[in-house]
C-alpha cells in the first residue's frame, strides 16, 4: 500500500541554523500539508499547497517557514532560522483530488539546541 | 472557523471494558469528521472517518464512532479493549473546502490495564 515517506527521522540542529525537512507524499494525491506536534501537545496545522501554491497557511507558518515542491515527488519543509520553539514532531500529509481523509507520513522530530 | 473539543484527556480502562472517548466539535459549515490514533514515536494512522450517509462508521481494529449532527458529537467507541489499544487518539474536522485542512482536538490518552 502506497505511503506517505520523511526524511530524516530526526533531526537536530543548532538554534539559527537552516533546516529542510523532506516528504514524498502519495504518488497520485494532489493535496499536500505540513503540521506539527510539540511533546505532549496536540496536533497544529501549519500549511496546505495544492497546484504549486499555498492554499493556506496558519499564523504559525511565518516569514522564517517555507514550502516548495521542486520536483515531480518531493515537497519540502524549509525553516529559514531555527528558534528553540521550533522543536517539535513534523508531520507531512497527502490526499487526493475530491477525497478528504489525509495520509500521514511518520514524521520529522526536530530538535533545536 | 472550526474547533474540536475532546472531553477527557486521559481514560484509564482494564482490559476486555468497553470504552468511549468523546468528541465535539464547532463549525459553521458542514465537515468532515476524523479520529486517528498515535502509538509512541509513531504517525498518525486513521483509524475512521465519517463523510456522509450513515451515522454509524466503523473502523479499524474494532472501534466504531457514531456522527450527532445536533449534538454535534463524533464519540470514538470500543466495545472491548485490548492491551494493544493504549494510545494517543485524536479527533479532528476537516474543512470541506479545496484547502481541507484539519483542526486536531488535544488528544486522549487511553491507558488499557490488565
Known amino acids: 500500500e502506497p505511503e506517505v515517506t520523511q526524511t530524516p527521522s530526526h533531526q537536530v540542529t543548532q538554534m539559527g541554523q537552516e533546516v529542510i525537512l523532506r516528504c514524498v507524499p502519495i504518488s497520485n494525491h494532489l493535496y499536500f500539508y505540513w503540521y506539527r506536534q510539540i511533546l505532549g501537545q496536540k496536533v497544529e496545522f501549519l500549511v496546505s499547497?495544492?497546484?504549486?501554491?499555498?492554499?493556506?497557511k496558519s499564523e504559525i507558518f511565518d516569514d522564517q517557514f517555507s514550502v516548495e515542491r521542486p520536483d515531480g515527488s518531493n515537497f519540502t519543509l524549509k525553516i529559514r532560522s531555527t528558534k528553540l520553539e521550533d522543536s517539535a514532531m513534523y508531520f507531512c500529509?497527502?490526499?487526493?483530488?475530491?477525497?478528504?481523509?489525509?495520509?500521514f507520513g511518520p514524521g520529522t522530530r526536530l530538535t533545536v539546541t | 472557523a472550526q474547533s474540536v473539543t475532546q472531553l477527557d484527556s486521559q481514560v484509564p480502562v482494564f482490559e476486555e471494558a468497553p470504552v468511549e472517548l468523546r468528541c465535539n466539535y464547532s463549525?459553521?459549515?458542514?465537515?468532515?469528521l476524523f479520529w486517528y490514533v498515535q502509538y509512541p514515536n509513531q504517525g498518525l494512522q486513521l483509524l475512521l472517518k465519517?463523510?456522509?450517509?450513515?451515522?454509524l462508521v466503523k473502523g479499524i481494529n474494532g472501534f466504531e464512532a457514531e456522527f450527532n449532527k445536533s449534538q454535534t458529537s463524533f464519540h470514538l467507541r470500543k466495545p472491548s479493549v485490548h492491551i494493544s489499544d493504549t494510545a494517543e487518539y485524536f479527533c479532528a474536522v476537516s474543512d470541506p473546502t479545496n484547502a481541507g485542512k484539519s483542526t486536531f482536538g488535544d488528544g486522549t490518552t487511553l491507558t488499557v490495564k490488565p
Open positions: 465519517y463523510l456522509s450517509g450513515s451515522t
Open positions: 499547497f495544492y497546484n504549486n501554491e499555498i492554499s493556506e
Open positions: 500529509a497527502s490526499r487526493r483530488q475530491g477525497f478528504y481523509e489525509q495520509y
Open positions: 463549525s459553521s459549515v458542514s465537515v468532515y
